[in-house]
């Protein structure tokens, strides 16, 4: 089954950047990335970013004016660029979307794993 799989999370200090990636294990009939989500551990999933229907991102307020999402159709892979990172974005990322394998099936809800990003003071 095709899944989404994030990347780039990792350590920066406060005030640095990362730019997490999301993209397809595989191929498929469409591949609908949708937004990106965090959790922190005992906590529900929280929305961080998601795309509208015209194609703009919707932020948490925590991260306005820092996070930024996009997408590379060409590549399939959708991207969260955090700037100004603070200690309390220390956090599990995930994106989430939907996946038509075929034409003939329905699509299908869909988690990446997650991607760690650690900000230190």
């Known amino acids: 089954q095709v899944q989404l799989v994030e990347s780039g999370g990792g350590l920066v200090q406060a005030g640095g950047s990362l730019r997490l990636s999301c993209a397809a294990s595989?191929?498929?009939?469409?591949?609908?990335?949708m937004g990106w989500y965090h959790q922190a551990p005992g906590k529900q999933r929280e929305l961080v970013a998601a795309?509208?229907?015209?194609?703009?991102?919707n932020y948490a307020e925590s991260v306005k004016g820092r996070f930024t999402i996009s997408r590379d159709n060409a590549k399939n892979t959708v991207y969260l660029q955090m700037n100004s990172l603070k200690p309390e974005d220390t956090v599990l990322y995930f994106c989430?979307?939907?996946?038509?394998?075929?034409?003939?099936?329905?699509?299908?809800?869909?988690w990446g794993q997650g991607t760690q990003v650690i900000v230190s003071s």
């Open positions: 989430y979307g939907r996946i038509r394998e075929r034409s003939t099936l329905p699509e299908f809800p869909s």
């Open positions: 795309f509208t229907t015209g194609g703009r991102g």
């Open positions: 595989g191929s498929a009939f469409s591949i609908n990335v």
